[in-house]
Every structure is written in C-alpha cells, then in structure tokens.
C-alpha cells in the first residue's frame, strides 16, 4: 500500500537553530498538509498545499514556518529559527483529490526537539 | 467552523470487554467524519471514515462507528477489547466538499487490562 514517508524520524536541535522537517507523499496525490502535535496535546492543522502555493494555513503558521515542493517530489517544512516551544511530533499528509474531503494519508512524523 | 468533542480523555476497560469510546461533532455543513489510532512512538492510521453513505461504518481490527445525525455523534465501538488495541484514538472532522483540514479532537487514551 501506498505510504507517504517522513524523515527524519526523530531531530534534536538547538534553539534558535533552523530546521527542515522532510516528506515524500504518494506520488499521484495533489494536497499536501503539515500537522503537529505537541506532547501530551491534539493534533492541530499548519497548512495545506496545492498546486505549488498555500491553500489555507493556521495562525500557528507564523512567519518562522514555511513549506515547499523543490523537486515535485519531496514536500518540506522548514522552522528558520526554532523555539522551545515548536517542540512536537510533526505529521505530513497528502490527499489525491482536491476536491473530496476524504482518502487522507497520514505519514509516521518527525518527532522534533528544540532543546 | 467545525469542531469534535472527544468524552474521556483516557478509557479503560478489561479484555474482552466492550470498547466504547464517545465522540460528538459539530458543523454547520454536513460533515465527513473519521477516526485515528496512533500507537506509541507511531504515526497516525485510519481506522475508519464516514463519507455519507452507509451510516454504519466498519473499520480495520474489528472497530465500527455510527453516524447520528440527530445526536451529532460519531462513536468508536469494539465488542471485545484486546491487548494490542491499547493506544490513543482521535476522532476528526471534516466538510464533505472543498479543501478544508480535518480538525482533530484531544484523544482518548485506551487501556486494555488483562
């Protein structure tokens, strides 16, 4: 079955410190999406992605965040300047249809620490 | 603006016992509605989606879920609980047409007692 791969799977940083969160979604899917989840916490929507520019993104996703698609292949999230607080498992998704609301997969995260 | 309220933040129940575990949604359009297992140290996995068909969804390890509109709920039940279904489950919302995010409850933990 298809899966959408997230590396790497665990990333320890210092604060301050850039980092680029990467993913690889199913190859025939058009929507792209970054969630995350802080300890302990719910699952909370970052952005989505479609057709090579934001579609919609949270009021977490200040001006530290950003995402791209550099290679028509990988999808990244980058944090320029991370804070203690963007400490959280970090989860990638992609949908084939932009269309319907349904078929999302999820991949297994990156869980990240900002130390 | 949609939202899911998950009752119960941690469930525990005894094998072979009964899994239930409550979610309410809210949404003013008509809505699709999904549950997630994540294991620990795992990613997110579908377990089961309702997508305006049938009201009754059948999902992977023996979980099923109704869908009452009049109630506005979405419950997660299992009729005999094992060990290895011990996890966090998250219930999650989303409008039928459109691009908009799933929008995700707290969780609920569940633990399985031998």
């Known amino acids: 079955e298809p899966e959408v791969t997230q590396t790497p799977s665990h990333q320890v940083t210092q604060m301050g410190q850039e980092v680029i969160l990467r993913c690889v979604p199913i190859s025939n899917h058009l929507y792209f999406y970054w969630y995350r989840q802080i300890l302990g916490q719910k699952v909370e929507f970052l952005v989505s992605f479609y057709n090579n520019e934001i579609s919609e993104k949270s009021e977490i996703f200040d001006d530290q965040f950003s995402v791209e698609r550099p290679d028509g292949s990988n999808f990244t999230l980058k944090i320029r300047s991370t804070k203690l607080e963007d400490s959280a498992m970090y989860f990638c998704?992609?949908?084939?249809?932009?269309?319907?609301?349904?078929?999302?997969?999820f991949g297994s995260g990156t869980r990240l620490t900002v130390v | 603006a949609q939202s899911v309220t998950q009752l119960g933040s941690h469930v525990s129940v005894s094998e072979g016992a009964l899994v239930l575990l409550r979610c309410n949604y809210s949404s003013s359009v008509p809505p699709y509605l999904f549950w997630y297992v994540q294991y620990p140290n795992q990613g997110l996995q579908l377990l089961l989606k309702y997508t305006s068909a049938a009201t009754l969804v059948k999902g992977i390890n023996g979980f099923e879920a109704e869908f009452k509109k009049s109630e506005t709920s979405f419950h997660l039940t299992k009729p005999s609980a094992h060990m290895s279904d011990a996890a966090e489950y998250f219930c999650?919302?989303?409008?039928?047409?459109?691009?908009?995010?799933?929008?995700f409850g707290k969780g609920t933990r569940l633990s399985v007692i031998a």
């Open positions: 999650a919302v989303s409008s039928i047409s459109g691009n908009t995010p799933l929008v």
């Open positions: 998704a992609s949908k084939e249809f932009p269309g319907q609301n349904y078929g999302y997969t």
